[in-house]
């Protein structure tokens, strides 16, 4: 792993929430993967860094995790959660509509 990888490592598990930082070796791998990937994408490892990094700001700052539930950097890498949409990270999310009354239901007000 040449020196440019290791500092872009360090940088994205140095972003990650501090409870959730565990399996660091394999979490390694799964970094190596994700840039792959990435780079591929937005034509450089620096883009791809810069993109990632932010998208993972975006997930650790994220209702979700602040309500305690936050993924380990390596599951986050392997299902590709920078791919998420913001709403399932907890943004933007409303209550649910009251229940709306059925067919069956008006109908029987009318008959009332």
Do not use: N
Not at 62 to 76: I, N
Not at 89 to 102: E, F, I, L
């Amino acid at each position: 792993m040449t020196q440019d990888r290791k500092q872009a490592f360090e940088k994205f598990w140095g972003a990650y929430h501090p409870e959730r930082r565990a399996q660091k070796s394999q979490a390694r791998l799964s970094f190596d993967l994700a840039m792959h990937s990435l780079a591929s994408e937005h034509g450089s490892h620096e883009q791809a860094l810069a993109f990632l990094l932010k998208r993972l700001a975006k997930y650790i700052s994220s209702p979700q995790v602040s309500k305690g539930y936050c993924l380990a950097p390596k599951r986050w890498l392997d299902e590709r959660r920078w791919e998420d949409d913001d709403a399932a990270w907890g943004y933007g999310a409303q209550q649910r509509p009251a229940k709306r009354s059925s067919v069956l239901d008006e109908i029987a007000k009318i008959r009332a």
